[in-house]
């Protein structure tokens, strides 16, 4: 069965490699994909994802800019020190030829979720913005969406901007509301099961003599490891968006996936809340461990 896929992402380094999973896998149709604000600016997310789908050969994906500033507030700046001036680790790709949509990220999924109505699957990688505002626009599309898988927060875990909360969500928490409040399914794949999934050196000096697109994610995944290094006390790297992109499509398996009901405070913090309108499906661990299954998904996909 095909899996119709709309992504919103923020692409930087790990945004990439989730990018590459979805078009990697089997029986996976990536529809549109949407930008918005976090690792970069919503602007250059965009330019990030036409090149690499430049250099994965699929030219033929919509690619809309979305959100620049969260709701009710500013962006303040993406994250330079983790993900390099550009969001992809300070590395120039070859320059796709082709623009973004004249819509913007909130249009293209509302198109999408009609054209391909009960059946779209949303992978979200970064703030929720775009979702929130499709929302706004038109309050039925929950009815027309599969289910929502989002990587964000951190439940039973320290966060990764505050001692509670994780970047996705604290870059936009009133959009974050607005998504696990709404009548659709929500899969939440936080930090207690992403930090756990690493890359070592030998996976990225393997997509670095692959194909030119693995290729060009070993050259961005330099500096992110470079980054991570000091924080984790040893040379790897987590796979945040990768994780989510693969619960989203079966290719990973939730061993643990409660269905809990969150609530978010104002700084992005998610708490169990037994009060919530609805339960969320919070992925706590995997069957089995992420990364040989993610590297060996990308470079098998670039092989055939």
């Known amino acids: 069965m095909t ?42 997310a965009a330019r990030n994802t036409l090149d690499l789908l430049t250099l994965a050969g699929h030219d033929d994906i919509p690619v809309a800019v979305g959100a620049h500033h969260p709701l009710g507030g500013d962006f303040h700046g993406g994250a330079d020190r983790v993900h390099g001036g550009n969001g992809i680790g300070g590395i120039e790709l070859p320059a796709a030829t082709r623009q973004p949509q004249d819509r913007d990220a909130a249009e293209l999924l509302l198109a999408l979720a009609r054209e391909h109505s009960g059946e779209l699957r949303i992978v979200a990688t970064g703030p929720l913005t ?14 027309r969406v599969r289910d929502v898988t989002v990587m964000g927060g951190a439940v039973r875990v320290p966060g990764n901007v505050t ?5 996705n969500i604290a870059g936009d928490p009133a959009a974050a509301t607005a998504v696990f409040d ?23 000096a393997a997509l670095a003599a692959g194909p030119p697109l693995p ?3 070993g050259a961005i995944l330099t500096g992110y490891f470079d980054y991570y290094e000091p924080v984790l006390g ?4 987590p796979l945040h968006d990768p994780i989510a992109a693969g619960v989203a499509v079966g290719l990973l398996h ?29 992925v706590l661990s995997l069957t089995a461990d992420a990364a040989p299954v993610i590297l060996r998904t990308i470079l098998g996909a670039s092989a055939s």
Not at 11 to 23: C, E, I, P, Q, S
Not at 130 to 143: F, H, I, K, Q, T
Request: net charge negative.
């Open 163 to 167: 001692g509670r909360s994780e970047a």
């Open 182 to 204: 709404a009548a659709w399914p929500v899969t939440v794949v936080p930090l207690d099961v992403t930090m756990r999934h690493r890359f070592d050196e030998s996976d990225r």
């Open 254 to 282: 939730p061993a643990d996936a409660p269905l809990i009901g969150l609530r978010v405070e104002p700084d992005g913090h998610l708490v169990e809340d037994d009060t919530a309108a609805h339960r969320i499906r919070v």
């Open 130 to 143: 775009n979702l929130a505002l499709a929302l706004r626009r038109d309050p039925e599309l929950p009815g």
């Open 3 to 44: 899996r119709s896929v709309y992504f919103d992402c923020d692409t930087g380094v790990d945004d990439a490699l989730a990018l590459a999973l979805l078009l990697a896998q089997r029986g996976t149709v990536v529809a549109g994909i949407g930008t918005v604000s976090g690792n970069t600016a919503a602007g250059q």
């Open 215 to 217: 290729a060009a994610l």
């Open 234 to 237: 040893e040379r790897r790297v």
